[in-house]
T-cell receptor, first 116, second 111 residues
Framework: GAVVSQHPSWVICKSGTSVKIECRSLDFQATTMFWYRQFPKQSLMLMATSNEGSKATYEQGVEKDKFLINHASLTLSTLTVTSAHPEDSSFYIC????????????FGPGTRLLVL | QKEVEQNSGPLSVPEGAIASLNCTYSDRGSQSFFWYRQYSGKSPELIMSIYSNGDKEDGRFTAQLNKASQYVSLLIRDSQPSDSATYLCAFHRGATNKLIFGTGTLLAVQP
């Protein structure tokens, strides 16, 4: 099966600091990855589409300068939450797209961020 | 109108029964459909994918797709308490590679 990992699984940080979250596709190459955010008891919200070797495409309302995305290789995308604030506390989940013609998204286990 | 409609539930079924989850979508150009399971506090996990009209079976799970009616369903046979989760219906939008999700149906299997 397709395996996607995320690191770290949990992070607690002080307000104003930056936090980097890594997303890796372990057994396949992914030119496209996605970053989602989910608040408690709410639906998944797509934040951005990460494309290897090019700039990410952000959804409306998502600040690109606050949520920096880098997709430097076919197996790694990173999300950096810059100058994090308590309202950024959430469950961040990445997914990686596998296949051609019958593309399927496989999700990582998620990263829980708590900003104090 | 939402692009993907699901009954939010909760859908409560007794252990051993068949759970039937339904989903309708609005984009007639959709070709790829998915069911994901999400346990509370966890990320979504792919359960089934279906691309052609008809039924697709995988163990206790059967996905049904009817493109003419723009309808996709998931049947879970011999439901177990461990099946209790939110089930997300989604279709793949080819132009953007995005998954368009429904809001999910909460399934509760009563022991």
């Amino acid at each position: 099966g397709a395996v996607v990992s995320q690191h770290p699984s949990w992070v607690i940080c002080k307000s104003g600091t930056s936090v980097k979250i890594e997303c890796r596709s372990l057994d396949f190459q992914a030119t496209t990855m996605f970053w989602y955010r989910q608040f408690p008891k709410q639906s998944l919200m797509l934040m951005a589409t990460s494309n290897e070797g090019s700039k990410a495409t952000y959804e409306q309302g998502v600040e690109k300068d606050k949520f920096l995305i880098n997709h430097a290789s076919l197996t790694l995308s990173t999300l950096t939450v810059t100058s994090a604030h308590p309202e950024d506390s959430s469950f961040y989940i990445c997914s990686a797209l596998r296949g051609q013609g019958k593309e399927t998204q496989y999700f990582g286990p998620g990263t829980r961020l708590l900003v104090l | 109108q939402k692009e993907v409609e699901q009954n939010s539930g909760p859908l409560s079924v007794p252990e051993g029964a068949i759970a039937s989850l339904n989903c309708t979508y609005s984009d007639r150009g959709s070709q790829s459909f998915f069911w994901y399971r999400q346990y509370s506090g966890k990320s979504p996990e792919l359960i089934m994918s279906i691309y052609s009209n008809g039924d697709k079976e995988d163990g206790r799970f059967t996905a049904q797709l009817n493109k003419a009616s723009q309808y996709v369903s998931l049947l879970i046979r011999d439901s177990q308490p461990s099946d209790s989760a939110t089930y997300l219906c989604a279709f793949h939008r080819g132009a953007t590679n995005k998954l368009i999700f429904g809001t999910g149906t909460l399934l509760a299997v009563q022991p």
